[in-house]
């Protein structure tokens, strides 16, 4: 088998973006994502219509892809696809597309877990970007998951501490709409939050054991602290709607960083990689930055385009299970629980 030259087309299905893209060995040559900009009507994902976008989206997509990398099919090594954890209709579209075309071309199928791949995101090559050195802390956070993982290998991952109810991005979401605030309201608060005062409204944080995460409580504070003050006065978050998103990120930041601490405490690594949409925060970005400072920490950040939903991520891990020689038959059926 040549291992010079890998040709990996991925796609990427879970949610609500259609992504294809390119890789040859651990360098991406194209990714291409298609938004759906059907659910903002909702104020949140509607599983059936991104499921039908998903259907007319990804055979242009993947032409885009091929195209952008100035690749033929029939060079492709391998096709590598998200097999969940994720919405079951849209999982369905792409894992179906991904089997076909595999048998198609007569080449190789591996299947994905999208969580793994918001990590292994890491390993894409990228010039001036450094990769962490195993073992290290990863810390996923996303609208559907918030976890710390301890990465031992590219293949060797233990969950050490994850959400019991609410993920992050959801708490981004969900204050969001409180406010009144468009969907997705989560960058809308990373934004307003910037020329806000972060300690205004100081808000309280869950008590929960070991390393796990719990969001569902800060979430009913905002609530029952904003319906407070709007009796008080009805234009109370139009006057101070900066200060009131910059004291939500806060609240979440400090959640996010205390758990952190612990888990280092807890296994004396210093390495600490993010990864999954909401490590596009700003607030986040950057108060990791100050804990290199802090307490000698070592932080990856991943490209801004590797953070969220991309194919690009799915390719990397395709990669490495290719050079394992870690296939999948085409008896391989999508899921919407998918553990690490």
Not at 69 to 94: H, Q, Y
Not at 303 to 332: C, H, P, S, W
Request: charged share 20%.
């Amino acid at each position: 088998m040549n291992t010079q030259d890998v040709y990996i087309l991925a796609i990427e299905s879970s949610c609500d973006d259609t992504s294809a893209a390119v890789l040859h060995n651990d360098k991406v040559l194209s990714n291409v994502v298609a938004n759906q900009k059907i659910h903002e009507e909702y104020g949140g994902v509607v599983p059936e219509l991104a499921s039908r976008a998903h259907q007319q989206n990804i055979v242009p997509v993947v032409h885009q892809a091929l195209s952008r990398a100035n690749i033929d099919k029939k060079e492709l090594s391998a096709i590598a696809f998200t097999r969940g954890p994720g919405l079951m209709g849209s999982l369905l579209v792409g894992t179906s597309f991904a089997k076909s075309l595999a048998l198609g071309l007569d080449i190789p199928l591996i299947e994905v877990n999208h969580m793994q791949a918001h990590i292994l995101a890491h390993f894409i090559k990228e010039p001036e970007t450094p990769m962490p050195s195993f073992p290290f802390l990863a810390l996923t956070i996303s609208g559907g998951h918030t976890q710390i993982v301890k990465v031992n290998s590219h293949f060797n991952m233990e969950v050490i501490g994850e959400t019991i109810d609410d993920a992050v991005g959801e708490a981004f979401d969900k204050s969001a709409k409180i406010l009144g605030l468009p969907y997705p309201g989560g960058p809308l608060v990373d934004k307003y939050a910037r020329q806000g005062d972060a300690k205004a409204y100081p808000f309280p944080k869950p008590k929960v054991d070991g390393l796990n995460f719990s969001f569902s409580g800060f979430k009913t504070s905002v609530l029952y602290f904003i319906q407070k003050e709007t009796e008080k006065d009805p234009d109370f978050i139009e006057k101070n709607l900066n200060d009131i998103c910059a004291s939500i990120q806060q609240g979440i930041i400090n959640i996010l960083i205390d758990k952190l601490k612990k888990a280092v405490k807890q296994t004396g690594i210093k390495q600490i990689a993010i990864g999954g949409g909401v490590s596009a925060n700003s607030g986040i970005r950057d108060t990791l930055k100050e804990c290199e400072k802090r307490f000698g920490w070592q932080t990856y950040i991943p490209k801004f385009e590797y953070t969220t939903d991309n194919a690009a991520m799915i390719g990397i891990v395709g990669y490495y299970k290719f050079l394992k020689e870690d296939f999948t038959d085409q008896r391989i059926t999508a899921k919407a629980r998918f553990s690490i």
